[in-house]
């Protein structure tokens, strides 16, 4: 392991929006939509739950005519999502994120609350500014 890598916390989007479990499908599309965002924490309470994402949503979609009114969160959610916490190291999270196929990592603290969340996007800006940062030393500046 690399004693210099960044934590994740470096290039994780803090304090993301969540929606509460008993919500419903309807509530977490508009979520979406109006953040441009396609992965939403699920929480009861101030305890992350799971995760819900827009492609869950379209995936149950596809399948059969869902009422986004009356069927909740909880009913679609992913559980037990991949969490880690903030000062874990960037390359161990990317690297099993890899691995296992997942999209997003939820930050948890040390004592539960939830304090930010790590996506495939925040990934690519991580390997963009390694990239750049590489680019600018082999090129003398």
């Not at 009913?75 to 994120?97: E, G, I, W």
């Amino acid at each position: 392991m690399i004693n210099n890598m960044p934590p994740v916390s470096k290039y994780m989007t803090p304090m993301p929006y969540t929606v509460e479990s008993d919500d419903n499908l309807a509530r977490a599309c508009d979520l979406m939509q109006e953040y441009r965002i396609r992965h939403l924490p699920v929480q009861t309470g101030n305890k992350t739950i799971g995760l819900i994402s827009a492609q869950d949503i379209q995936l149950l979609n596809s399948f059969q005519a869902v009422d986004l009114d009356s069927t909740t969160v909880e009913s679609v959610m992913a559980r037990n999502p991949y969490c880690v916490t903030p000062d874990t190291n960037l390359d161990f999270v990317a690297s099993h994120m890899a691995e296992q196929r997942i999209g997003t990592a939820l930050i948890i603290q040390e004592n539960g609350s939830l304090v930010g969340i790590f996506t495939d996007t925040d990934a690519l800006h991580a390997l963009a500014e390694v990239l750049q940062t590489r680019w600018r030393r082999e090129r003398g500046g």
